[in-house]
């Protein structure tokens, strides 16, 4: 086993798509990669890529430069405790993950009781776009810090992007981005159902918005994926954006500001998980509730077999 005090070791924490990806690409690279995941099979195919398996989230963690792609706050709060990241000082961790402003301070003063410096680096893309190496990364830590990360992150991603001497102010950027991305699936779905109802073939409508005023990715993408409902493999799913709306409040009751929009899109997330199968598809699925909304569950088709027909 390699020594924990090895400039080449690179932990990784997390290894769901979007985790996967991101350390696949440190591996490919030529790093030695530390890896953990609570369920080891996914650490095991980076393994015969050549990664190195951690038996556990402290083994990974005393690797000098760490990184972690956890689901949501209890899940790094779980794994990224004081007793697994207890260790020699001077190590460095980076959160990847969207968090809420608050728990990336818990995890902040965390990595400082245990002497190790600590980014909050939370990204945009999805998992093909991790694969890729298309990533934006938003940063939030002291800049210095940053420059010790900056060549493993522009290995994981296209761009670094520095926010903020604050690290949880990136987490508060992500989020605000998160809202913007379900801002467009509403918009999107609420535009498709429209002219569905007069007879106007979705996919037709959704490249012409690709093609003329609407090009981002954001439009061309999810409006692809919601005229062909095509929700499976999720890139991100339903669960996840109702955990953003929720983190969006938050950060918006932080800082006194209204979201006049905001419990229209908490309903829209509520109703769509309301509904069987709803949990395990990509978020831009929440476009049924406005196609379908007359029936309610647990009566009406599930959006699974309504992605089928």
Known sequence: MSSVHDPGTVGFLGLGSMGSAMAGRLVAAGHRVRVWNRSPAAGVRLAEQGAELAADAALALQAPVSFSMLADDEAAQAVLSPAALDGPAGRLHVSMASLSPRASRELGRRCADAGMDYLAAPVLGRPAVAASGGLNILVGGRNEVLERARPLLETIGARVWPISERPEVANVVKIAVNLQIIHALQALAESIALVEAHEVAPDLFAE??????????????????????????????????????????????????????????????????????????DWAAIAEVTRHPELPAPERRTITELEEN
């Open 208 to 281: 012409l918005l690709g093609a003329t005023l609407f090009g981002g990715v954001v439009h061309r993408t999810y409006g692809q994926l919601i005229a062909e409902r095509a929700y499976r493999p999720a890139g991100f799913t339903v669960p996840l954006g109702a955990k953003d709306l929720r983190l969006a409040a938050e950060v918006a009751e932080d800082g006194g500001v209204v979201l006049p929009s905001l419990p229209a899109l908490q309903g829209v997330f509520a109703a769509a998980l309301e509904r069987p199968g709803a949990e395990s598809l």
